[in-house]
């Protein structure tokens, strides 16, 4: 089986040839991985290490100059100021963008968001779409989107708003809460629509990225995320299921409460599975909702794989493969990307892992 066939097989929850696997990594681990192996670069990588999955950004952003500032920091499109923060700890570099001012912080009134100036999605270049996916004709091709325009309703709230604010308001400003939603819904609704129509049918998923737990529950309760979000979230599914893809929905933490909500909005496939978090055990999960929805992640990145022994990442590998395998519908990989904290031995071990314990 080639990579489409095999992922198709598995989310028909029927059996292939093997379990698909996925490589979710921080560019500084893809970069020392290929250093390490000798290989040229990210795509070498990933079919040294065969995986079935290739990820498309998304169109390119024109129509206006991202603002600078003399301190480094940049304003993206909705207007959230961020700078890039690199931390070194023992030779290991880390990079992340940090929110320095989120814009709608302060507004008092749904006017004022109103008139706020909303990105439009006519500043996008969607003409190379299709090409950059004919370069993957035999991989499972994913439309996941970066931090400018990965599809979610919470998280661009969370940007714009502030987090403490943004769930303040879910309680006391619920009409600046609906308002600050219904902008992002239908911004990406329609940018969404132009990405599909563009791909003409030839990416396999569509990935959504919306934190809605945390290690030990939701972020918000279930009733407040019925209210709030599950609308768009359907919506978003629907749109793409039109167009003929599956749907996968990035989420960190305990997420157990929204999957049958998840399931009632018609999502194909669930990431991350972060085994640490409370309720979101691969095996008790796969026997209650397994028959409805497929899951895709499961390697512990918070203890097994940075910290763990060889032996360690085996039995965790060997362990989702026994409860997941069964019946199709489980994609492995690691919960979340894996950072440089984790050896690249470690890494290379989950692989071969992957390859003894994954045959069917």
Not at 62 to 72: F, T
Not at 111 to 130: A, Q, R
Not at 328 to 348: E, K
Request: hydrophobic letters at 35%; charged letters at 30%; a neutral charge.
């Amino acid at each position: 089986m080639n990579p489409k066939e095999r992922v198709k097989t598995i989310l028909s929850f029927k059996e292939a040839d093997r379990v698909p696997w996925d490589l979710w990594a921080t560019p500084e681990v893809i970069e020392l991985l290929c250093k390490k192996l000798n290989l040229a670069d990210k795509e070498s990588l990933l079919r040294y290490f065969e995986v079935d999955f290739r990820y498309i950004v998304g169109p390119s952003f024109v129509g206006q100059e991202l603002k600078k500032y003399d301190d480094g920091s940049v304003e993206d499109l909705w207007g959230v100021r961020r700078k890039t923060i690199t931390l070194e700890k023992d030779g290991i570099k880390w990079s992340y963008k940090h929110v320095l001012i989120s814009p709608l912080e302060k507004a008092e009134s749904v006017k004022e968001i109103d008139e706020y100036k909303w990105p439009s999605y006519d500043l996008w270049d969607y003409s190379e779409l299709k090409k950059e996916c004919m370069k993957y004709k035999d991989f499972v091709i994913v439309n996941a989107g970066d931090r400018l325009d990965r599809t979610a309703q919470l998280k661009p709230m969370m940007y714009l708003r502030g987090v403490e604010q943004s769930l303040i308001d879910l309680y006391t400003n619920p009409k600046i809460a609906e308002a600050i939603i219904e902008h992002i819904k239908n911004y990406f609704l329609e940018y969404n629509k132009r990405v599909f129509e563009e791909v003409k049918g030839e990416v396999d998923i569509f990935m959504m990225g919306d934190d809605f737990g945390t290690q030990h529950g939701l972020m918000v309760s279930k009733e407040m995320w019925k209210k709030f979000f599950k609308d768009g979230f359907k919506k978003y599914i629907e749109l793409a299921h039109r167009y003929g893809m599956k749907v996968m929905h990035h989420t960190c933490g305990s997420v157990k409460e929204l999957i049958p909500e998840f399931i009632d909005c018609g999502l194909d496939i669930l990431q991350s599975l972060q085994p640490r978090a409370k309720d979101m055990d691969l095996k008790t999960l796969k026997k209650e909702f397994g028959k409805y929805i497929a899951f895709h992640g499961g390697i512990d990145i918070q203890q097994t794989l940075p910290k763990g022994t060889k032996e360690d990442i085996r039995k965790e590998v060997e362990e989702k493969m026994a409860v997941g395998k069964p019946g199709g519908g489980f994609i492995i990989s690691t919960a979340h990307n894996i950072q440089p904290d984790t050896p690249l031995q470690n890494i290379i071990t989950l692989f071969e892992a992957y390859k003894e314990f994954g045959k069917y």
